[in-house]
């Protein structure tokens, strides 16, 4: 390494001769030589973070590269996460400081520590910021290790004094906000940081960004100090900013435990409340976005888990625009884009639905948590607000921005997607303006792009999908010259047939909403009739049978649409038990004790009824007549027409099959019932039927 560095790392022929310890050796002494283009710098981490992962996957015991990085290496590749290197520089150094850690192990903990506080000892602003750096940007990466560094006695009560000195600098002032940023994420960061650094905090957020001149002024009228890298007792609005960020998410996540109270002289100044933090941010985001957004972005991420909040920003029309502007403007895969979405989400998530046992236990463990103080629910959660809320987020046009983002974003930025227009699909007047703005083909894509690891986002996006296309025209959704195919919606609605395995409690929620969109569909064409059949035949099935009337009533309102095609009547009319099983059920249905079943059954039999094999099936059938004879009897007019309709399609019947079927509805008479229900039907049309029935049955034998 005490050699001069040969440039053959450019030179692929070259490095594909030596070996993976030659090589690293090679890339580092490029790194430290330093000098180089971002985009030869970026190449270098690259390379080292590749040798890296290779080893860490295959565990090379003969040439261990981890073994030539010693504490001046890992200083060098550290040194690429300052804040002063470009940005590309830092994110191609975070993936090789990942690299490290995972290939060396331990070996890469005790050199992170050695490296963070070495730089500390020394006390100058340079290595401060360095060290704070690479905690901000190490965090993400290994929580648990980063955290018990911060955590390391001594260390956050040493910042009091270096973030109250008479002379600031920025950088330093912002490089150690970014990693207290960072370590907020972590609960036992976050007591240590209320007990430490609220105070400060406050007076960072709390300072008057007007009173520079004053300060300077009062402080030392011989001193002239420009806008520059040390300014005295003046914090940029960029560092209040993130001192606010830092405070919201104390107020916001609130600790486990509350930060030690310290009793004795000293005055305990106001605290600032989140409600004050979060309009320091909408402010900040109206005035200057360009350059306040990121800090104000994740601020209002926390803020708006607040009841109060979210009642603010959602009336907040021009916030609002401004939110939907910077998604519009961010990069698909970036922190800002997730930020601005997790707000949108906090503003239109509604409360999860809950069973009695589930409301007692909630209570119980309210009750318990507040030392028998319980508290109740915040009438800002109920459903009437989150529906208010939906709709002014809606309005502000969030969807289409959102189309556009779902087709490059993230899978925790299409996680957010998918649940925000669930949300949104909750409000029956909403799904045909979603339908109308491209939901319907987000929520397809998202259902088809998400990995199957993601079950819960999966099912999020079917669902929303079954909403919009209970309530819309399938025609007006997929037809005309519209790309995507109306079969595409049949896959994720089948999806969410089965109830969730892995809930805790069965929802048959989603399961009656699949049924409801996939009825709708199969109203339209046989090609969509047959698709769902092949695609979901069994789970239809298993579903008529629920123990829930609505979700059994549902299945059964579908296979009355499906027995409209051919593939449908094979079902029933196929000489096998399995065919007898399901016309004996179909039948069943048709007496059940809820009215809409019964309906839907009727109508199921009143198109199967039209082929000899089911005619003769019902004959046979143990009570087969008499069921159909019932629906006659039936106070409903609907019922009493669907009844007449199948006795009329079973007594004019050709064949052995008529004949047994006029036979048999004689013999239960048949002809007093019919003759009943004409005389109390109202309506020209089961008139008519019910006297065409008559006719046949008495004019032959």
Not at 49 to 59: C, G, I, R, V
Not at 421 to 436: D, E, H
Request: proline share 4%; charged share 25%; with cysteine.
């Amino acid at each position: 390494m005490d050699e001069s560095p040969i440039d053959l790392t450019s030179n692929q022929e070259e490095m594909a001769k030596l070996n993976n310890v030659e090589q690293t050796q090679l890339i580092l002494a490029r790194l430290m030589e330093g000098g180089q283009e971002d985009v030869d710098t970026c190449r270098e981490l690259d390379r080292l973070a590749k040798l890296l992962h290779d080893e860490a996957e295959h565990k090379n015991k003969d040439q261990p590269i981890c073994d030539v990085i010693d504490d001046v290496c890992v200083d060098t590749i550290l040194g690429y996460l300052d804040m002063r290197q470009a940005d590309s520089v830092r994110a191609h150094a975070a993936l090789t400081t990942s690299a490290y850690l995972k290939a060396a192990g331990d070996k890469a903990s005790s050199s992170l520590r050695t490296f963070f506080f070495d730089r500390v000892k020394r006390g100058n602003y340079d290595d401060y910021i360095v060290a704070f750096c690479v905690a901000a940007a190490i965090f993400p990466i290994a929580p648990d290790m980063t955290a018990d560094i911060f955590l390391s006695e001594g260390f956050l009560p040493s910042l009091d004094p270096l973030m109250r000195r008479k002379w600031k600098s920025r950088k330093v002032e912002t490089a150690c906000l970014e990693m207290l940023n960072a370590a907020s994420m972590n609960a036992q960061c976050r007591e240590a940081i209320q007990k430490y650094c609220t105070d400060w905090l406050e007076e960072v957020v709390d300072q008057d960004p007007d009173e520079l001149a004053k300060a300077i002024h009062s402080a030392d009228p011989d001193v002239h100090v420009t806008e520059g890298s040390i300014a005295m007792k003046r914090h940029s609005e960029a560092v209040q900013n993130l001192a606010a960020v830092i405070l919201a998410k104390l107020r916001a996540v609130p600790s486990a435990k509350p930060a030690t109270e310290e009793t004795g002289s000293r005055v305990e100044q106001a605290t600032t409340s989140i409600e004050d933090l979060s309009k320091m941010f909408s402010a900040m985001l109206l005035k200057d976005p360009e350059n306040g957004k990121r800090h104000s972005v994740e601020g209002l991420a926390y803020s708006t888990i607040q009841p109060a909040i979210k009642e603010e920003v959602a009336h907040n029309a021009e916030l609002l625009a401004a939110l939907i502007k910077i998604l519009a403007d961010a990069p698909a895969k970036s922190p800002l884009t997730y930020g601005v979405l997790s707000i949108f989400m906090n503003l239109v998530r509604y409360q999860p639905a809950q069973s009695e046992e589930q409301k007692k236990m909630a209570q119980l463990k309210a009750y318990a948590d507040a030392a028998g103080k319980l508290a109740a629910p915040n009438p800002l959660n109920d459903d009437e607000h989150v529906s208010e809320r939906c709709k002014r987020v809606f309005e502000a046009k969030v969807v289409p921005v959102l189309v556009t983002h779902s087709r490059h974003g993230s899978v925790a930025s299409l996680n957010l997607t998918v649940s925000i227009i669930s949300a949104l699909s909750v409000s029956t007047n909403l799904r045909g303006q979603l339908a109308q703005q491209g939901a319907v083909n987000l929520l397809i894509a998202a259902f088809t792009a998400l990995p199957d690891a993601e079950s819960p986002a999966k099912r999020t996006a079917a669902q929303a999908l079954a909403r919009i296309l209970i309530s819309t025209n399938p025609a007006h959704v997929f037809g005309g010259t519209r790309a995507r195919p109306q079969n595409s919606a049949i896959r994720p609605l089948v999806f969410i047939l089965p109830s969730d395995p892995a809930a805790e409690t069965r929802d048959l929620l989603p399961t009656f909403e699949a049924l409801m969109a996939l009825t709708n569909l199969a109203s339209t064409d046989d090609d969509t009739r047959a698709t769902i059949i092949r695609s979901a035949w069994p789970e239809i099935e298993e579903q008529l049978l629920s123990s829930n009337a609505m979700v059994s009533k549902a299945a059964v309102e579908l296979i009355c649409n499906l027995t409209q095609c051919l593939d449908g009547v094979a079902l029933y009319a196929a000489d096998n038990p399995q065919a007898a099983n399901r016309l004996h059920i179909l039948l069943a249905l048709a007496d059940a004790e809820d009215e809409g079943t019964r309906s839907a059954a009727g109508g199921a039999l009143a198109s199967l009824t039209g082929y000899e094999a089911i005619v003769a099936g019902i004959v046979k059938m143990n009570r087969g007549v008499e069921v159909v004879l019932g629906l006659c009897a039936e106070p409903n007019e609907d019922l009493r027409h669907r009844g007449a309709f199948i006795i009329y399609n079973m007594v004019s019947c050709q064949g052995d099959a008529g004949k047994g079927a006029r036979k048999a509805v004689r013999d239960k008479n048949g002809v007093e019932v019919l003759k009943e229900s004409a005389k109390s039907s109202r309506r020209a049309e089961v008139v008519e039927v019910t006297i065409q029935a008559l006719k046949v049955l008495l004019e032959q034998g």
